[in-house]
């Protein structure tokens, strides 16, 4: 191949050879190496792309590109025969040695000897490349031609790819494949060997193919570390609202996860998706994926805590179902049905079916509670804002009574923190009660997504904080619009106790989550860039700055009696150096390609 694939580099492999040599389990190298490429090549959430899909298990597998084998030994779990194609050695090597399972071929995209046909072909970081090895005036149509020869005539062909108008684009992440700002988006100028589409591009590209039965999915944030799988019914309907936590270097112009509702509301946010998950079937008939429309996987979290969320039509009816992710968490689900039959105060729970394995409810079509305060908050009217919260307020510390007693050994085994403080308590707790698990149903409030369910007392001044400090954190316009202080105030509850409420709410999230490592990052700031060109090589200085960084590291750890001074005096320079491309950024005034991006920016403050 005349062309490199994402972090496809001699010196990172061979790392990651050695790596995979001798471990099976990666979470305590990416500790070590705590740097995005170790978590875009041995990360188990990059399985989160398609642990959701529903193969056929008897079915064969044809990965085109398998890379480092991020996916190839999830795939062996899922159906019967997985042939994958790598070309480089040194990669396919590295597969070998994360799947057994798999029968590797050493083969270029363009030239795949094989006779058989398959169920199922996959490509990840691979379509993108096809005007490298196909030689034609439209090399991706004939390559998803080429492809098909190897389909079963009811085959899919899956395709995971950046979209070129991706928000995060916009918001300041640089293009993966030329490691430079704005390169999609300004159409790949000078670049011959690479480019992603829009959504429009993509399907004349498919149907140009001749395909004409396609799905898109649109993975969050991106397809490399997805949290929701939504598809073209509900990707406006529910809005990905998080920040990416997964990447390298960015610039901030912009929060991309404000600007994401906004393109909600007005319905273009599929247009605007970070990325695209396309399934491209060989016949018109149906297919297992035409019922999903919405998927939230939880495997970010202690085994047995993950979970995952699909909504699904199924013969007209759209049900909610929440699954085990593994053995571990069957346990977890079926605390949730037993939950499920208690009301905490006046708060009641949905009604749910449960199978043994999948607990099911009916979609709810109403307004959420959060949608009723979130009209109060864009509208600006506290009166309204407080009566809602009053209503939320009065129902939760119903029927409830004063405690002290509550920090028994169930508490501190999840809260650790022990606090003789008289709070009020229920004698079971419904820790999730978010205002967006909350519907009005006959004039009352009704609680969906019950997961968090505890058989012993947890103070309700707590919950109401916890509720409370969630919306701020996760939506700018409540952060905006009014303090934790003023809504504790106005219900004369004591502010003294945030302190313990933070301490209650960290021991929770390690409770749930225990340690995941997000890598280490940096944030360039919107007032330091006014020349893209100078930004593009102030971005290329930190990385070879990293590179070295990672270098001296791993030299300190090996000799003791490394000069320290020395070590200094050359981060100084750098130091140094980097503050002279920031004051030639400043003093620049040629940088025209984001103007349209300030305009926007100032809308959103």
């Known amino acids: ?39 875009y090549v041995l990360s188990y959430l990059r399985e989160n792309l398609f642990s959701w899909y529903p193969f056929k298990e008897d079915a064969s597998l044809l990965e085109v590109g398998s890379g480092y084998g991020q996916l190839t030994s999830l795939f062996t779990k899922k159906v019967n025969h997985v042939v994958s194609v790598e070309p480089n050695d040194l990669m396919a090597e590295i597969v070998a040695n994360r799947s057994n399972e798999a029968i590797i071929i050493d083969s270029n995209f363009n030239n795949i000897e094989l006779n058989e046909k398959f169920d199922y072909i996959i490509l990840c970081d691979n379509f993108e490349y096809a005007k490298s ?13 080429y492809l098909k020869s190897f389909l ?20 300041g992440f640089r293009e993966e494949h030329t490691n430079q700002l704005f390169t999609g988006i300004d159409g790949y100028p000078n670049v011959d060997y690479v480019e992603t589409f829009s959504k429009l591009q993509l399907q004349n590209i498919i149907e140009s193919a001749g395909f004409k039965n396609y799905k898109f999915f649109y ?37 991309e996860d404000k600007l994401n509702q906004l393109l909600a509301c007005e319905n273009l946010a599929e247009n605007f998706s970070n990325s695209f998950l396309v399934e491209i079937r060989n ?35 759209i049900l909610v179902s929440k699954l085990p992710e593994s053995k571990e968490s069957l346990k977890h689900i079926n605390n ?125 001044e707590y919950i109401f ?37 933070n301490k209650w709410n960290i021991n929770f999230f390690n409770y749930v989550f225990g340690f995941h ?6 944030i360039i700031s919107k007032h330091f860039v006014d020349n893209i060109d100078k930004m593009n090589e102030y971005i290329d200085l930190c990385i070879d700055s990293d590179n070295c960084d990672n270098e001296r590291i791993n030299l300190l750890r090996k000799d003791n009696v490394f000069n320290q001074q020395k070590l200094i005096n050359e981060l100084e320079e750098e130091i140094e150096s980097k503050n002279e491309f920031i004051r030639e950024i400043l003093g620049s005034n040629s940088w025209k390609i984001t103007k349209s991006l300030r305009k926007l920016t100032h809308k959103l403050k």
């Open 219 to 255: 993975p969050y944030p991106d397809y490399a570390f997805p949290q929701i799988i939504t598809t073209d019914e509900f990707v406006n309907k529910i809005p990905y609202e998080r920040k990416i936590v997964y990447y390298g270097e960015r610039v901030n112009f912009f929060r």
């Open 336 to 460: 949730m049905y037993n939950g499920s039959k208690e009301s905490f105060g006046k708060i009641k729970c949905l009604q749910c079916d449960f199978d043994g394995v999948k607990l099911s409810y009916p979609f709810i079509y109403e307004k959420s509670f959060e949608d009723y305060v979130l009209d109060a908050i864009v509208n600006k009217d506290k009166k309204e804002f407080f009566k809602l919260i009053e209503r939320y307020f009065n129902d939760l510390f119903y029927d409830s009574f004063e405690s002290n007693k509550y920090a028994d050994r169930k508490f501190l085994s999840v809260f650790k923190e022990k606090s003789n403080k008289t709070f009020h308590c229920h004698n079971i707790t419904n820790l999730d009660l978010i205002f967006s698990n909350i519907f009005i149903v006959n004039n009352e409030l009704l609680a969906i997504d019950y997961e968090w369910l505890f058989d012993f007392q947890v103070p309700l």
């Open 133 to 145: 090895f196909i030689d034609s005036e439209t090399p991706y149509q004939d390559y998803l031609n």
């Open 517 to 522: 490592p997000k890598p280490y990052h940096k």
């Open 283 to 317: 016949s018109p008939n149906n297919h297992l994926t035409d019922r999903i429309q919405f998927v939230k996987l939880n495997s970010d979290r202690n085994k047995e805590f993950r979970t995952l969320t699909t909504i699904e039509n199924k013969n007209g009816e």
């Open 465 to 501: 904080y916890r509720v409370i400090f969630h919306h701020r954190e996760s939506n700018p316009v409540f952060r905006e619009f009014i303090t934790i202080e003023e809504i504790f105030e106005h219900f004369n509850l004591d502010t003294s106790d945030f302190k313990l409420f």
């Open 152 to 171: 079963k005539e009811d085959g899919v062909i899956i395709i995971a790819i950046n979209n070129r108008l991706g928000l995060k684009y916009f918001a």
């Open 1 to 39: 191949m005349n062309f490199k694939r994402l972090y496809e580099d001699e010196l990172f492999g061979d790392k990651i050879l050695k790596i995979t040599e001798n471990n099976t389990d990666f979470s305590e190298i990416i500790k070590d190496n705590n740097y995005y490429p170790y978590h």
